[in-house]
């Protein structure tokens, strides 16, 4: 399959209209190499409607991450089926609403660095052209900065700069692969968010960081809930050195 990446600033423009009239429709759902986001699965739980771990258990497959060392979700496919996607269609996307966010942003991909000193996030943006998508063709205009806003983007990015954040403070204070205990904690804070919840209600970790409001609003806001999660494990797995229990 031939690639090409393209640099594109927020004002440059690029053509591409996805539909269904396309010879190539659903072709970029299958042989997929998919990774999910904390914030990703959070959202194809609840589009779903079933618990994250059931989620976790149905759909995903943990590896550690080659560079980070941090637990990292990519989506179960069958290699033999031709690593198809399993919420494609016929008719398309069964999560299209709720879909992860490499999958909105397409054909852009975001690019993020985070400054040690200042503690701001730059991004970039790149175009990917495949040689197996007609999208290009005849396509219609866009802007970088439109395409974010047309495909809601904005809050993914959002919630995955946590990420960003917590991976660059790991690779400064814990390099290598983490620990048994701290894998796990990781694990189910970031990724089974709904385990997550239940530890949290039942006393079994500390909230003293986080206020009662705060605390109030995680029993039905998997959002606010996520981003506890994320502060949580800053605090207890990256930043404090004493020992911890979940
Ligand atoms: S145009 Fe590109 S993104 Fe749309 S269905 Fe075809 S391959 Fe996929
Ligand atoms: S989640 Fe939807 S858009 Fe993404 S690969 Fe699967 S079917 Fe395609």
């Known amino acids: 399959m031939e690639e090409n990446f393209i640099p594109l600033s927020p004002d440059d423009t690029f053509s591409f209209s996805c539909t269904s009239c396309l010879a190539c429709f659903n072709e970029c759902c299958r042989d997929l190499n998919q990774y999910l986001t904390p914030y990703d699965i959070l959202r194809l739980k609840n589009s779903l409607g079933i618990s994250s ?40 996307c069964r999560v299209y609403k709720d879909r992860p966010s490499s999958c909105r942003i397409y054909p852009l ?14 991004e970039y943006y790149m175009m990917l052209k495949e040689s197996h998508c007609f999208g290009f063709k005849d396509g219609s205009e866009h802007t970088v900065k439109k395409w974010i806003i047309e495909q809601d983007i904005e809050q ?3 919630m995955n700069d946590m990420l960003m954040e917590i991976i660059s403070l790991k690779n400064q204070t814990k390099p290598g692969e983490l620990d048994i205990k701290s894998g796990y904690l990781f694990r189910t804070a970031l990724y089974d968010i709904d385990a997550f919840r239940a530890q949290l209600f039942s006393n079994k970790i500390q909230t003293d960081d986080f206020n009662e409001e705060e605390i109030k609003a995680a029993k039905h806001d998997d959002t606010v809930l996520l981003k506890i999660a994320f502060s949580w494990v800053k605090q207890n797995l990256f930043i404090k050195t004493s020992s911890i229990d979940f």
């Open 109 to 122: 991909a975001r690019l993020v660095s985070l400054n040690r000193e200042s503690g701001k996030f730059s």
């Open 53 to 92: 771990g059931m989620f976790l258990k149905k759909y995903a497959s943990y590896h550690t991450g080659p560079g980070s060392g941090l637990p990292v979700v990519t989506l179960k496919t069958d290699y033999g089926t031709g690593s198809i996607c399993p919420f494609v269609m016929p008719s398309g």
């Open 156 to 158: 993914y990015n959002r």
